[in-house]
């Protein structure tokens, strides 16, 4: 079956939809898109369900060819346009929906302004679920095509072949995104495990983004904490956003790809609301934290979902996206053929 | 920190379960701070008796050794609401009396199947034998699953195989690998990094590619090693190879 072809991969992109936080009780990391708000936001652009799996992009996007014989795209996260190849490359914008038709290409370059980004197609991928989630688990080639990340020469199958030709939806302009607030975190549940001066250091003072970041998750630098009953204590449950703190005092905030369990002590918890907030941050932004009642990640949570549906109601319309190149080449196609007849 | 009431079990052990805030997506529920059977058995009928009350909203029940992790949707139910609702099922709960599934593992024991097995005899002082029939001699539990899909942390060893996880962990340890640390034995269900002790390895796939639930351990089943030989092991991997085999577990006695 055709669809989309591999031509570059650029940096290990991976499939991901909302991931499968239910099967943790195996062992298995819930995994997912780090920015599920990009994600969902680009599954709407292109008419989908929330929870479709999209094509996940870190720091370089890839280059692929259609196969199929039209798809729709929507790339969210960045404001980096796609860029069509062909005779006349032209670039179609972020945060729209585009159809584009069978042999044109389309490259993602390096995205500057976010640690990650989603390209949705329409339809979404013929690939069989794990656990009823297409997230790809590289550490235990679950998901995804292979369960890996896309390399140079795959064809991912769609499962939409064909796309109707309609007026194009537009998000916003992506402000969504900026949000230069503090982290907000709630304490527990080993914040016992740590001296006074660290908490208030950790709550006080600012990190960056190590260069030890992936999926899993990210070390933080930034002031050393003190452990005030040892670092070992009995492996328990690892929730996203999980602040766990090893022997050497510097914080790691876990991320989708987290283990199930753990070890050390967790010093508090990136609420859900922040969560996507953490996925866009790249190696070197800096971020603070600030301590939240259960109560206010909760009201903040609500906030972010009517936020959320605000951005996909107020969708508005555009014209289809205009393939001069295509139409170039259609003209061309139908005069020889109108000759020979 | 809120206590749940009237959670003092019979056996004297006067810790009542804790409830320990994991942001506002999870809940713990901590009912000591021992690795302990009778500890973990509570933590496993807890989760059990959640599962069969179906309370909208939880996500996913994830037993560990001393304390149960409640994944759940802080926009179908809140945390204080959930927290209510989980005492509820604390009142009067016995540590698990339901038995888990049984499954019978065969191990090819030491050789390069077990590289550490003649350096776990010459420190525990016992023959390479006696190590053998000493991890096969006893039905273990598994404790929790963690650190990779479908690993299972199983105990309890016997007292006679004690010792602490490697000084310098493995790189790689290969798919399949039996291992044992501390007081607890594992199988790496696949490739990995790893710091326990590999006794041998097992022909049988523990997280089967072959099946559309690919892992097969839970929390609260029982294992069973046994030793099969070089000849045994390849027959059985031949089998598993063709998709002819895939371990199944013991009917239900």
Known sequence: MAGLKVIAPGLNPTLQDLGRPWAQHLGAPPSGALDPVALRIANALVGNPADMAAIEIRLMGPTLEITAESARFALVGTATPIEVLGEKPMQAPAHQSVRLTQGRRLRIGGIGDSGVAYLAVEGGFDLPPVYDSLSTYTRARIGGFEGRALAEGDDLPLLMQDVAERSESKAGDGSWQTDDAPIRVILGPQDDYFTQDSLTAFFSEGFSVSREADRMGMRLDGPTLKHARGHDIISDGIATGAIQVPGNGRPIVLLADHQTTGGYPKLGTVISADIPRLGRLRPGDTLRFAQVEQSEAEVARRDLEDRITKVIDRFGSTDPWLDLDALYQENLVSGVVGERN | ?253
């Not at chain 2, 019978?104 to 050789?111: K, M, T």
């Not at chain 2, 077990?114 to 001699?137: F, I, M, N, Q, Y």
């Not at chain 2, 990094?193 to 523990?206: A, I, K, Y």
Request: charge should be negative; glycine fraction near 10%; charged fraction near 25%.
């Open chain 2, 1 to 253: 920190m809120q206590a749940a009431s009237n959670s003092r079990d019979k056996s004297g052990n006067s810790d009542a379960p804790r409830f320990l805030a994991a942001g506002d997506t999870a809940l713990v529920v901590q009912f000591g701070e021992d690795v302990d059977r009778e500890i973990n058995r509570k933590v496993i009928a807890l989760a059990a008796a959640l599962r069969e009350r179906e309370i909208a909203g939880i996500v996913d029940l994830v037993p560990t050794f001393r304390s149960l992790m409640i994944h759940y949707d802080p926009l179908v139910v809140g945390g204080a609401d959930l927290r209510d609702l989980v005492s509820a099922s604390l009142d009067g709960l016995a540590a698990s009396e339901v038995k888990g599934r049984l499954w019978r593992v065969p191990v090819l024991y030491g050789g390069e199947a077990g590289p550490d097995l003649s350096e776990v005899a010459e420190r525990c002082g016992l023959t390479e034998e006696k190590v053998v029939e000493l991890h096969g001699s006893v039905t273990y539990e598994v404790y929790m699953m963690g650190f990779l899909p479908g690993l299972g942390y199983l105990g309890i060893l016997p007292k006679e195989l004690e010792l602490p996880r490697r000084s310098d962990p493995r790189v790689r340890v290969p798919a399949r690998s039996v291992a044992i640390a501390i007081n607890q034995t594992n199988v790496y269900p696949m490739e990995s990094p790893g710091g326990w002790h590999l006794l041998g390895r097992t022909p049988v796939e523990l997280f089967d590619r072959g099946l559309d639930d690919p892992i097969l351990l839970a929390a609260g089943d029982r294992i069973e090693f046994s030793s099969i030989d070089q000849d045994g092991s390849d027959a059985l991997r031949r089998r598993i190879d063709a998709g002819e085999y895939h371990l199944s577990p013991e009917e239900a006695e």
